[in-house]
């Protein structure tokens, strides 16, 4: 039995005369898929942020100079940029499900030769594995959201990878006003 509330948000809701009761299980998987894909945008910061803070340990466990380091942290970027120009040709023959887990992928066999890594080539050969990865995701994932999601809520769920990539994490921050 309905309530009254209910049978007014259901007139509310209703598109075209049909009721949204129907779509509601619709968007909620929608909203699920578009916060699941939208994790792939965090990996870019997530990566940026780990790199940033183990440089010195990198230098001291590894012997790494400063402009090697420099260029490994500077090259991350050259990589995702790689890998967002190839993510529409992986788009187009496998799928946007498929190039988003290919990226997840990409990006775990990344992290774990840069955790694995004995010398200056194994870290790069990590860092390429998980820039491209990055790349893919940043791409990927904004035009997956933006196919599952209804029509009326696409515009939001597509915001939403870009939100959560400008996360700012609490008391990181070294700005007076920030914190």
Do not use: H
């Not at 779509?23 to 998987?29: I, L, Q, V």
């Not at 790494?64 to 190839?86: F, H, R, W």
């Not at 496998?94 to 004995?118: D, E, H, I, Q, Y």
């Amino acid at each position: 039995m309905t309530t009254k509330y209910e049978d007014l948000e259901a007139k509310l809701l209703a598109v075209d005369g049909k009721s949204a009761k129907a779509d509601t299980a619709g968007n909620a998987y929608a909203l699920v898929c578009a916060l699941l894909a939208s994790l792939t945008s965090i990996v870019f910061g997530y990566n940026r942020g780990v790199m940033s803070g183990a440089q010195k340990y990198v230098q001291e466990d590894l012997g790494v100079s400063d402009g090697q380091l420099e260029v490994l942290i500077g090259l991350t970027s050259v990589y995702s940029l790689v890998g967002s120009l190839a993510a529409g040709w992986a788009c187009d023959r496998a799928g946007r499900r498929r190039t988003v887990a290919l990226a997840a992928a990409l990006f775990l066999a990344g992290s774990a030769v840069t955790a694995a890594a004995n010398g200056y080539a194994v870290l790069m050969a990590g860092q390429l594995f998980a820039g491209v990865a990055c790349g893919f995701a940043l791409v990927v994932a904004p035009v997956y959201i933006a196919e599952i999601a209804p029509a009326a809520s696409r515009g939001f769920l597509s915001t939403i990878p870009e939100v959560s990539a400008c996360v700012r994490r609490p008391g990181r921050c070294q700005i007076k006003e920030c914190s």
